[in-house]
């Protein structure tokens, strides 16, 4: 399994971000479709996954409901803020700038 | 950026329910467990699992509790309610801290709201930094001044200031209404207000064309005459006054806070209506004194100003007589200079003592927060071993510090209001601005920034301890370091002390020296009254003559009064005349070439006034009634001035001519000298012309002088009822002499007590704080001593141990502050009199005083250290 450390600092927000911006989502759930749609590569820690979500709401860019699932179990929905969209889109951007030069660094040497 | 700080306001003001923090955590574990028992584990291994994957649930929720914005208020009011209830639990080290703290505080508030304005806070001008007073200086005058011929030449042709103007001076004046009353009138240019930014309250300004000679006349008055006088009634704008006697109308109200440049107390505005074109006119009589202020340009420091103005400085000296050229200089300085004076150097003075006073105390209260923390070692060494971070243990401690100090300044400014009511009641007259001393938000605001500072400081050295892990093991073991630190603390503290005493004991000999000087005259059972009389009702000099003799006639009645004499001026200091040596002819003899000679102060008597203050006569017979009823001239020298006019001749018929032009005046005598150079200047030569039964020789001012076998009291009381009778609405100040010599001394006093009792409470903090430390570290040898003692020390050497290790500190103090001494006492020079900064008494005398005290304070542990008992010694733990 690989260490959740090796994730790249803020990528933790970009990725709770993305994942949120299909529909609200336990913080079960995040990890979880993480997990899946990396294919085992991204294991989220949950020490790390549920301050990262707190962070988040105080920023204001995710709001919380309390609901049911589809197993009646009532639990911490979290979706994106219309500030949470933009801030989506502007790390979205980031995150091709940042690649885009690794990638150009890692052609040219 | 607004709306994210409106989100963190909302979740900072909304509290969080800690249940919904653990039902989404425990959430997440149910479905990580649901996950382990659909692949077939069993339920209790699943939840084993789950909460393994999870890692540590309570650091988890640590760190959400973390995220929410402003969290750290809440470690704050943690930190807050466990010192207090530490605090609660140890009154006693919490009263004695804040007591010492309140004191140090207290003292340093009150001073500083009294040398803030003469130190710190800006004049009420606009731009004040950029204000300056320049002119030039000559024996004649201790400050700068200008004639008014070169400051017409100033301000035409200067180029270092964006405005200039002038003041003629302030004079009484009399307001000669229904209600009159005595005022201070000052005159000033057109240009004076605007200079300094000052705009009128109501009404405006006078212009250049009011500023003429037989203009009609306006004036401007001050918000305390408006109430005062016209009861703030704003109808008196353009209506007309009578000032002396003439229709003035009033123009303008000055703002509350307006002063003048010079600070004296002003009533009135008037434009000084200055014959310019009369001036010009080289040798005309027109010329007199002005004080000129101006406004630096932007960029232009004094210095260049002072370049600047060099030229024409030069220029206006070459037309001046050669002999005046050398002793007079140029001269620009900041407005506050030019108002504080000498003041300045007794507010810092002041200052710089009370905050080494405020440092002893704190220096103390850290040494007892060491002490504390030496005994909380095992406290915070499992507060660590729990989990606390270094960070928050220093936070704890440094919140403590902080609870301390600001309970502290609250104390400290209730007794800085009660310090300060006692100031202003001992306090001197001429300390400008005293009465305007008081708590203001400014003051408070410093309280506070200083206590927090202290804070800080001090309470960051108990607080970076950093406890070890031993003292978990519950041994007690010695804490060396801290002692070292408390120890570096108490030497400091009396080095602190070693300063304040040695001032305040320069100061003390320095004023005892000024109380017990000769002053060449009788001060004991004299009573003086002086007077001066309004132009309004006594406009001509024989009215003046009138009143004074209808005075004398009826003062002679007096029973008990052994002498009565009438001058215009009192000695040691005060107005009195002067005139330059230079000037003064003598018959028979060349006026001396090179130099001014210096200043020669001469006064109007009668001629009982050797006789009433016990001046001897050294030759001749001094004035006689004779001389006084005749219409010949006749003058007294004194001894000094004798000696510099007559090196090895006989004063008595000599000739001399006292300025410029005028009579040629008789010597009749030689009076012994007197001071007269106030009392910490010079003697200066003096010369007394006599006051004769003509109208010639009177103006409005006069001082009677009874020298009285009745207690003065009553005699003051009858002095006081007899001019009422005469003229009810005279003013006159009734005063011994004794009382106005002390009068001038009240300013030495008023250092010498203050800094006497600040060096008082200096040395009682800083022997506190070294008992305290000696006792703490007998307390922490008491196994060692018993050890020695058992293996056969006697109680001599015991106390050797103890005292040597306290005189060590001592010692090192006390030579840390003679080192400091002997740079800041030079800087108290000027207000010495009759002793050096280095005055070896005073060093020597404060240096035992120190060891003995000190060691008084050490005996007290050394004999709890001498009876210490071996055994119980050696069995403890």
Redesign the interface.
Known sequence: MPPSTDLLQGTLDLLILKTLALEPM???GI?LRIQQVSKLALQI????L??A???LE???WLQVEWATTENN????FYSLTR?GKKQLQAELANWERLTTGIALVLEQI | ML??WV??LR?FLSRRNHS?LD???R??V???AHVHIDAGMAPEEARRRALI????VE??RE??Y????GWWMDTVLQDARYALRGFLRNRAYAFTIIVTLALGIGATTAVFSVVDRILFRTLPYADAGRLVSAGLTAPISPNEFLLTDSYYEWRDHQTPFAAITSELGTESCDLTEEKPARLSCSRVEASFLPTFGVTPLFGRNFDPAEDQPNAPKVALISYGLWKSSFGLDPTILNHTISIDGHTTRVIGILPKTFEMPMLEASDVLMPQALDQTAVSVSGSNAVTMLYVFARLKPGVTLQQAQAALQPMFDYSLSKAPPRFRQEVHLKVRSLRDRQMQDVELAAWLLFGTVMIVLLIACANVASLMLARGAARERELAVRAALGAGRGRLVRQTLTEALLLFLTAALAGLVLAEIAMRIFIAFAPQGVPFLNQAHIDLRVFLFTIVISILCAVLFGLAPALQKPRTETLGGRSLGSASRATLRQCLVAAEIAGSMVLLVGGMLLFRSFWNLENQHLGMQTESIVTASMSLGRQLYPTHHSQMEFFQQLRARLQGLPGLKELAVSDALPPSGYQHSMLYGVIGIDGKPKPEGGTGGTVQWRWVTPEYFSALRIPLIQGEGFTQAEQNSNGHFIVVSELLAAHMFPGENPIGQRLQPGMQGPWYTVVGVAANVKNGGLTGEELPEFYRLRRNREEDWDPSASVILNTSLPTAGVEQWVRSEITNLDPTLPVQVETLHQRVNRIADRPRFETMLVSSFAIVGLVLSVVGLYGVIAFLVAQRSQEIGVRMALGATRAHILRLVVARGMLLVIIGAVTGLIAVSFLSRLLSSLLFGVGPHDPVSLAGMTLVLSVVALLAMLIPAFAAMNIDPNVALRSE
Not at chain 1, 45 to 48: A, I, L, T
Not at chain 1, 73 to 76: M, V, Y
Not at chain 2, 53 to 56: A, Q, R, Y
């Open positions: 336990h913080g079960w990890a820690g949950q020490g790390s549920y301050p979500l707190h962070r105080y920023k204001g179990r009532r639990a911490k500030a | 709306k994210e989100t963190k979740f919904e039902e989404e955590l959430f997440h149910e479905q990580s994957e999870f890692g540590g650091g988890a760190q959400c973390r995220q929410r914005p």
